[in-house]
């Protein structure tokens, strides 16, 4: 397993501003990924976090709205940008250690946009 | 197009009985399946994974049962205990587990004293 940090663990923004979220693990992971929860939904991956590179988005999900930097094994950040009410979600940070199969999941930000 | 489907939003089982909560899948790629527990304002806990090459995996009170031909597995907790209420959410993934992982849409377990 690995140990995640996951800053900050909650906020209440503004609209219109922008929120960095920041994630850090113990130990090299070989895969970072970050995941967002709306109210009464399922995790949805947002991008995988290449380290190095830029992130790899999924359908639905562009780097201007979600700015994503790995400047290392073991660290990763996720701008929510230009923030509106539907924003508000948990946004969580996910790594798969080496040698591991699965991945494990920070605690999470709970993020409201008013 | 959901890949990955928790019919149950909900289940009820009283203390020291059996839970049983139930994932399909659709996507024949996936080959390492997960489930993992999530309380609320925390990060979801890794609790228990299977590969396609098994159909069975026990971890203590946790049995995870796969059925590759009806693309369906089970998640089995005996005794069932309070503390396991919580959303228990099945996730599967492609390449053993290295890839990225898709979610169901999660039930939630309520086990009363």
């Known amino acids: 397993s690995a140990v995640i940090s996951q800053k900050p663990s909650r906020d209440i923004c503004q609209r219109g501003t922008s929120l960095t979220i920041q994630c850090q693990v113990d130990?090299?992971?070989?895969?970072m990924f970050w995941y967002r929860q709306q109210p009464g939904q399922s995790l949805t991956l947002i991008a995988t976090?290449?380290?190095?590179?830029?992130?790899?988005?999924e359908s639905g999900f562009v780097i201007d709205k979600f700015p994503i930097s790995r400047p290392n094994l073991t660290f990763s950040t996720l701008t929510v940008s230009n923030m509106s009410p539907e924003d508000s979600s948990i946004y969580l940070c996910?790594?798969?250690?080496?040698?591991?199969?699965?991945?494990?999941f920070g605690q999470g930000t709970r993020l409201t946009v008013v | 197009d959901q890949q990955v489907k928790q019919n149950s939003p909900s289940l009820s089982v009283q203390e020291g009985r059996i839970s049983i909560l139930n994932c399909d899948y659709t996507?024949?790629?996936?080959?390492?399946f997960l489930w993992y527990k999530k309380y609320p304002a925390e990060g979801p806990t890794f609790l228990i994974s299977?590969?396609?090459?098994?159909d069975k995996n026990e971890d203590g009170r946790f049995t995870v049962f796969l059925n590759k031909s009806a693309k369906h597995l089970s998640l089995h907790i005996v005794p069932s205990q309070p503390g396991d209420s919580a959303v228990y959410f099945c996730?599967?993934?492609?390449?053993?587990?290295?890839?990225?992982?898709?979610f169901g849409k999660g039930t939630k377990l309520t086990v009363n004293p």
């Open positions: 996910s790594v798969v250690p080496v040698r591991s199969s699965g991945a494990f």
């Open positions: 299977i590969s396609s090459i098994k």
């Open positions: 976090a290449n380290q190095g590179s830029e992130a790899t988005y």
């Open positions: 130990s090299q992971v070989t895969m």
């Open positions: 996507n024949s790629m996936f080959d390492y």
């Open positions: 996730a599967a993934s492609a390449r053993g587990g290295s890839e990225k992982l898709v």
